[in-house]
């Protein structure tokens, strides 16, 4: 199976930050890379897919890249509806796997 | 408006079963890829198992392979999961999520509330 691994595991940033969680894959998974993110007690929620491309209605705030084993996704100007827990899934096979997640608190 | 709403959740024994349903509504069922991903309390996200479209392809994970089973009636907009032999870690919530193939690959585009099954004697 192929395993993700994010870091960090949380981060405390302030509004108006530019933040940035890693995500690496144990094995090429070209660019079959989602990520999502979830608040306290909700769903989670489609931020970007295949390693690039922005969900619906998600704000152009958030970006990712990368391909292979590393990727990053980018927020580039916290709001405070950004405080939530980030996780990274790869799609390249099953079990299509996610990382631990990453959660952003406020400092 | 899309919407998922899983039920069928609760408390049950070591050993016991539990059949848990997701309701859908607003896109045309019989034309998605839908799963099942569960979440221990406080852990992260589990995929658990996959159906296509018409029920003919199935996939599991290895931790419920065996034990739990996936299934679907388009003509009531419906997917279920029929868990047995449960463990006490199969304690989670557990989501219904609609899947959807591109050349980039899966993803999981939008996901019921959760319902919450609790093993414990």
């Known amino acids: 199976d192929i395993q993700m691994t994010q870091s960090p595991s949380s981060l405390s940033a302030s509004v108006g930050d530019r933040v940035t969680i890693t995500c690496r894959a144990s094995q090429n998974i070209s660019s079959f890379l989602n990520w999502y993110q979830q608040k306290p007690g909700k769903a989670p929620k489609l931020l970007m897919y295949a390693a690039s491309s922005l969900q619906s209605g998600v704000p152009s705030r958030f970006s990712d890249s990368g391909s292979g084993t590393d990727f990053t996704l980018t927020i580039s100007c916290l709001q405070p509806e950004d405080f939530a827990t980030y996780y990274c899934q790869q799609s390249y096979n099953t079990p299509w796997g996610f990382g631990q997640g990453t959660k952003v608190e406020i400092k | 408006e899309v919407q998922l709403v899983e039920s069928g959740g609760g408390l049950v024994q070591p050993g016991g079963s539990l059949r848990l349903s997701c309701a859908a509504s607003?896109?045309?069922?019989?034309?998605?890829?839908m799963n099942w991903v569960r979440q221990a309390p406080g852990k992260g996200l589990e995929w658990l198992s996959y159906?296509?479209?018409?029920?003919?392809?199935?996939y599991y994970a290895d931790s419920v392979k065996g034990r739990f089973s996936i299934s679907r009636d388009n003509a009531k907009n419906s997917l279920y999961l029929q868990m047995n032999s449960l463990r006490v870690e199969d304690t989670a919530v557990y989501y219904c999520?609609?899947?959807?193939?591109?050349?980039?690959?899966?993803?999981?585009?939008?996901w019921g509330q959760g319902t919450l099954v609790t093993v414990s004697s």
């Open positions: 999520a609609r899947g959807r193939r591109g050349a980039g690959g899966y993803y999981f585009d939008y």
């Open positions: 607003g896109f045309t069922f019989s034309s998605y890829e």
């Open positions: 159906i296509s479209n018409s029920g003919s392809s199935i």
